[in-house]
C-alpha cells in the first residue's frame, strides 16, 4: 500500500511538471509569435521607390532634409568637442554637458511649427559660432532645443502619413538614416574646417546656411491628409484639441510609459555609441584628423545601407524582431569596437540599423489622432532621460584613466592623464542593450496600421471611433459626408486600436 501512495505521489509530481512544461512552452511559444511571424513576399524596393507621386516625394525630401539638419547640427558639437574644450579651457566632459541642456529644453518645444523651428535652427546655430565662452555657448543650445524640439516627431510623423503601408518599412530606415547622413556631412565639413586650420566655428556657420535650403522647401510640402481628416471628425464630434488629449491620456497612460520607456534605451544606444566616439578616437587611440575622419565616413555609409535593408524587411519580418536581432549582433560587436587592435565601425552601423525602425514603429503605436504628438513627445522624453550619456561617460572615462602595465598613468602630449573612455563606453552599451532586448520582448507592435483611417477615442467607453460612426454624425448634423469620411480601410490594413 505505501509502494503504490509512492509511485502516485511520484506520478503526480511527474504530471504537475509536465503541465508547468507545458506552460513554460506555451509562453515561450505566446512570446515568439507575437516577435516573429512568417514573412510575407516582400515587394519590389525599385517599385516602392518609383512609385511615389510627387506630393509624397516632396513631403518625405523635406522631412528627410530636417532631420539630416538636425544631426549635422548635433555632431557639429561632437565633433569638435576636444576643439571647443581647448579654446574654451575646460575638459571635454563639460563640452558634452551641453548635449544634457540641449535635451532639457527639447521637451518645452515640441509643438512649434517646423518653418519656425528651421529659421530659429538658422539664427542661432550662426550665433553659436560667435560664442564668446563656454556659458553663453551652452545658453545657444539650450535655445537652439527649443527650437528643434519637434523636428523628429513632426517629420516623421508628416513623412510616414503620407506614403502608402507597403513602402512604410523602407522610408522609415531612410528617413532615420538622415541622421548618419547629417553626421557623414558634419564629418566631411568639419575635415575641411581642421584641414585648412580654421576655427571650430566655422562649422555651425556652414549649418546655419544649410538651414535656409529647408525654409525653401517646405514652402512646398503640403498638410498631411490624416490630420485634415482628424481635424474634421474632431468638428463633427464637437471635441477639443484640448478634452482629446486627455481622453488620449486617460485611455493610454500605459502606452505612453512604454513608448518612452523605449525611446528612452534606444536614445541611450544612440548617444552611448557615438557622442563621445570622436574624442576616444582621438584622445584615447591617437587618431589624427584623416584617419578620424575615414572612420567617421565608413560607419556611417554602413549605418545608410544597414538602416535601410533592415528598414525594408521590418515590413515583413515585424518590427520588434528586427529591433531585437540588431540588439544582439550589437553587443555581440561590442568587445571588437572598444578594444579591437584596428577599430570597427560595426556596432555603429548595426545600432543605426536598429533605430531605423523606430520612425514606423513608434508611429504605428501612437492613437491615431495624436499621430503627431505622441511619437514626438515619446522621442524627446527619452532623449532627456539619456541625455546625460556622453556626460555619464566622459566623466567615469576621466576619474579612470588608462594605466601603463608598471601601474603609471599614460599621459598624453599636454602630460594630462588619458581617460579610458573604451571600457566605459562598452559596459555602458552592454547595459543598454540587454535593457533593450527586455523592453522589445514585454512591448508589442501595430506592424502595417492604416494612417489613413480616421479614429477618435470615445471618453466614455474608450473604444475607438470609426470612419463609419463620424459618417453617421455628420449626416444626423445635416452635413454631406466628404471623400475623407466616405472612404473605408483598404484591404488588409489594420484598424486595430
Excluded at 463609419?468 to 472612404?487: C, D, F, H, V, Y
Aim: net charge neutral; hydrophobic share 40%.
Amino acid at each position: 500500500m505505501a509502494k503504490e501512495n509512492k509511485d502516485l505521489d511520484v506520478s503526480s509530481v511527474e504530471q504537475i511538471e509536465n503541465v508547468q512544461e507545458s506552460k513554460t512552452r506555451q509562453i515561450l511559444r505566446k512570446i515568439k509569435d507575437s516577435i516573429y511571424q512568417k514573412p510575407e513576399k516582400p515587394t519590389n524596393v525599385w517599385h516602392l521607390l518609383t512609385n511615389l507621386n510627387n506630393t509624397q516625394r516632396i513631403t518625405f525630401a523635406a522631412a528627410f532634409f530636417g532631420w539630416t539638419l538636425d544631426a549635422f547640427d548635433f555632431f557639429s558639437v561632437t565633433l569638435t568637442a576636444t576643439s571647443i574644450a581647448k579654446d574654451f579651457g575646460v575638459e571635454p566632459s563639460d563640452v558634452t554637458n551641453v548635449e544634457t541642456y540641449c535635451a532639457l529644453a527639447d521637451k518645452y518645444g515640441r509643438r512649434w511649427p517646423l518653418m519656425i523651428d528651421i529659421v530659429l535652427y538658422s539664427i542661432i546655430n550662426m550665433a553659436s559660432g560667435f560664442a564668446p565662452n563656454l556659458q553663453t555657448f551652452i545658453g545657444l543650445r539650450a535655445v537652439f532645443g527649443i527650437a528643434m524640439g519637434g523636428e523628429w516627431g513632426l517629420g516623421a510623423s508628416l513623412a510616414l502619413e503620407s506614403l502608402p503601408v507597403e513602402a512604410r518599412g523602407l522610408f522609415s530606415g531612410i528617413y532615420q538614416q538622415g541622421y548618419a547622413t547629417g553626421y557623414l556631412l558634419a564629418t566631411v565639413a568639419n575635415y575641411g574646417v581642421v584641414r585648412n586650420g580654421s576655427s571650430w566655428r566655422v562649422l555651425f556657420w556652414v549649418g546655419a546656411a544649410f538651414a535656409l535650403l529647408a525654409v525653401i522647401i517646405r514652402f512646398w510640402v503640403p498638410e498631411s491628409e490624416p490630420f485634415e481628416k482628424t481635424k474634421e471628425a474632431r468638428k463633427i464630434l464637437g471635441r477639443s484639441i484640448f478634452k482629446e488629449t486627455w481622453v488620449v491620456i486617460k485611455k493610454h497612460w500605459l502606452r505612453l510609459i512604454y513608448m518612452v520607456i523605449l525611446m528612452a534605451f534606444m536614445n541611450f544606444l544612440s548617444h552611448g555609441s557615438q557622442d563621445l566616439y570622436p574624442t576616444f578616437l582621438q584622445t584615447q587611440l591617437g587618431y589624427d584628423n584623416d584617419q578620424k575622419t575615414a572612420t567617421s565616413v565608413i560607419y556611417n555609409f554602413g549605418a545608410i545601407c544597414g538602416g535601410t535593408i533592415v528598414g525594408y524587411y521590418s515590413n515583413y519580418f515585424g518590427r520588434r524582431f528586427c529591433i531585437a536581432v540588431c540588439a544582439i549582433l550589437t553587443g555581440a560587436f561590442i568587445p571588437l569596437w572598444a578594444f579591437g587592435p584596428n577599430i570597427q565601425p560595426s556596432v555603429r552601423c548595426i545600432r543605426s540599423s536598429i533605430l531605423c525602425v523606430i520612425p514606423a514603429h513608434i508611429n504605428e503605436l501612437a492613437p491615431p489622432a495624436f499621430r503627431g504628438l505622441m511619437p514626438g513627445l515619446a522621442y524627446q522624453l527619452g532623449n532627456l532621460i539619456s541625455a546625460a550619456s556622453s556626460q555619464i561617460q566622459a566623466v567615469i572615462g576621466e576619474n579612470n584613466p588608462i594605466k601603463n602595465e608598471d601601474g603609471s598613468y599614460r599621459l598624453d602630449s599636454d602630460g594630462k592623464n588619458i581617460a579610458n573612455y573604451g571600457l566605459t563606453q562598452a559596459i555602458f552599451m552592454g547595459c543598454v542593450c540587454a535593457c533593450l532586448i527586455i523592453t522589445v520582448l514585454v512591448g508589442k507592435e501595430e506592424r502595417n496600421r492604416d494612417f489613413g483611417v480616421v479614429e477618435l477615442e470615445d471618453d466614455r467607453s474608450g473604444r475607438a471611433v470609426g470612419p463609419a460612426e463620424i459618417t453617421e454624425l455628420s449626416m444626423e448634423q445635416g452635413r454631406p459626408p466628404t471623400s475623407n469620411e466616405e472612404k473605408e480601410p483598404r484591404s488588409g490594413q489594420s484598424t486595430v486600436q
